[in-house]
Structure formats: structure tokens, C-alpha cells
């Protein structure tokens, strides 16, 4: 199963555009790349997924480049209620893979 | 939108007694999931079941059984709770496994479950 690194925290302001990079560097080919955001005493929620290049909903960009080894999750003008903790999963249910949730990026959105 | 429900948002219970969680979902989701989650260990799976009756053992099961005699409903027990058992217990659904790529899954809010 493909393990991933991304960074503890980050601080950001508001109106500011977040990138949070994670690196998957043993993804497999039919891995896809999920965002999951959780605010303090809520449940996990489902933000993007993505295969290739680039992936936009109406809440974040996902950007994956060509060799796949690393994505980055790029909320835009952010707001003080984006203040949360984003995980990333890499993985293939159709294989058989459950996906593993990691200890995720505490991104703060500072006034 | 998916709701995913759990009986109980804090629960305080005694060493060795057999504590029940329940988790109800109202969309006909064929997967259900159990995590728990401690600050610095991210989310561990406990168990999952992709229909009813049916379950597999996730990560951390040792401790833990779960039951799912109903689609909507899965309950997680703790046959003897024990100190190292306290923490916050998610559940979550989802739908089957897609030919290609994943399904979210919906999550409730959270049990957090204290063992005195």
C-alpha cells in the first residue's frame, strides 16, 4: 500500500491561496489520490479525488503531476472556516485496498 | 446528503464493562466502517462490513467486535472496555467499490468514549 508524507502543520492568512503537497512516492498504477477535511469534533469529509494532472470542484484544485509521486491540494483565497486538518489517501478499493488515513496537515487560517 | 448517525457524542464507562456503539445511515450504503482516532495516530481502522452480516477486521481489531444484523446499522462493542480503549470512535458508509476510483465515505460526528 502506498504510504504518504505531508507536513504536520501549515499557517496561512486569510484571502490567501493553500498548497499542501503530500508525497506517495510507491503509488501504484490504478492508485487514486483522495482529500479528506476534518473540522475539530466532526467527522472526516470527503474534499477531492484525483488519477492524473488536474482535478477542480468548487471547493479545491487538485494538482498531480505527470510520474504521480506527489499531489498538491490548493485551496483558493482561503477563509478563517477553512481552518481544518486535511488528509490525503492514496489507494485502489477495486483492489482490494482499504485506504489508510494518516496523521494529516493542521492548516490554521489566521485573521 | 448522506447522514450518518451515532448514538452518542461522549460516553463514560467503567473497566471491564461491554460497551455498545451504534451507527445508523440512511442511504442504502452497502459499506460501513469503524475508526478510532488518537491526536499524533491519524484515523485506524477497526473494522468494516460491505454487507450485512459480512464483516472484515481492519487494523486495530483486537478488543473489538462489531455486529451488522441490519443495512442501515453497525455496531461497534467492546466485549471488556479496558483504560487504553478511551478515545473518539468514528463511524462511516459508503457505497460499493467502483471499477475505478474510490468512494468517499460519510462519516458521523464522533463518539468520545472515556473508560474509567
Known sequence: ??????????DSYEGQE????????NIATNDYITWYQQFPSQGPRFIIQGYKTKVTNEVASLFIPADRKSSTLSLPRVSLSDTAVYYCLVGDEAAGNKL????GTRVLVKP | DVKVTQSSRYLVKRTGEKVFLECVQDMDHENMFWYRQDPGLGLRLIYFSYDVKMKEKGDIPEGYSVSREKKERFSLILESASTNQTSMYLCASSLPVRVVGNQPQHFGDGTRLSIL
Open chain 1, 1 to 10: 500500500l502506498a504510504k504518504t508524507t505531508q507536513p504536520i502543520s501549515m
Open chain 1, 100 to 103: 489508510t488515513f494518516g496523521g
Open chain 1, 18 to 25: 493553500v498548497n499542501i503537497t503530500c508525497s506517495h512516492n
